[in-house]
């Protein structure tokens, strides 16, 4: 093979793998892009915004995010994962002693039973269960509350960590879109100054010793 020839292949598919790339990455920055977006929209509209550095607790204050973004308004991914483990997290432990709302579910149950037992029986200690299962009842309630809006924000937060990565990828795929471009000019500015008669690996021929 003609080594010119070789070098317009090499170019050419240079050229066009640059092309693909740059393509990959145009679309990769344009996911990326739509993922911050949606993400500060959607979190925009919930008007969340975080406890001033002034009246956070001792316990609050302990988480460093907290503290960094204090009385700022909650509007990216980061934000949006510090707020659901670090600050609703922490108050969610404190509500039923660490308790979820599905481990509360069996003790609502087993309660409202014994309510039921004693109206049926007219028991001295109705009100006294009336009141658990009203206690029990409101930290439900309250964790899954809380617990759907933490899921919610790390939801936001997983969708934020895919754009970051789409982003990356981008850059890559423009980077190596570039280095490709290059070679692929390199390679076809070397087929113009290359002979046309010029061979690629073409074996050398073998010296004969002279016979007398």
């Known amino acids: 093979m003609k080594r010119r020839t070789l070098d317009i292949l090499f170019g050419t598919g240079g050229l066009v793998l640059a092309g693909l790339l740059l393509i990959a990455g145009i679309v990769l920055n344009s996911n990326a892009n739509f993922a911050k977006t949606y993400v500060a929209d ?9 406890t001033a550095a002034d009246k956070l607790s001792d316990e609050e204050k302990k988480a460093a995010c907290l503290v960094e973004y204090a ?4 509007t990216t991914g980061k934000q949006a994962e510090c707020y659901a483990n670090e600050y609703i997290g922490l108050h969610i432990k404190n509500i039923a002693g660490g308790k979820t709302y599905a481990d509360l579910g069996g003790v609502q149950s087993g309660l409202k039973a014994q309510v039921a037992e004693a109206t049926a029986a007219n028991a001295p200690n109705l009100a006294d269960l ?6 029990v ?3 439900r309630d309250t964790l899954f509350k809380g617990e759907s809006l933490r899921g919610l924000l790390l939801t936001s937060y997983g969708f934020s ?31 113009l100054i290359t002979p046309k008669t010029k ?6 021929p073998e010296n004969v010793a002279a016979t007398v």
Do not use: M, N, R
Request: hydrophobic residues 55%.
């Open 42 to 50: 959607q979190l925009s509209e919930q008007h969340i915004k975080f």
């Open 71 to 74: 009385g700022k308004a909650l």
């Open 161 to 191: 960590v895919f754009g970051d990565k789409a982003a990356q990828a981008a850059w890559v795929a423009f980077g190596a879109a570039g280095l490709l471009l290059l070679l692929g000019i390199a390679g076809l500015i070397h087929a």
């Open 137 to 139: 009842t409101a930290q």
């Open 199 to 204: 061979g690629f690996a073409v074996p050398e």
């Open 130 to 135: 009336q009141k658990q299962l009203d206690g």
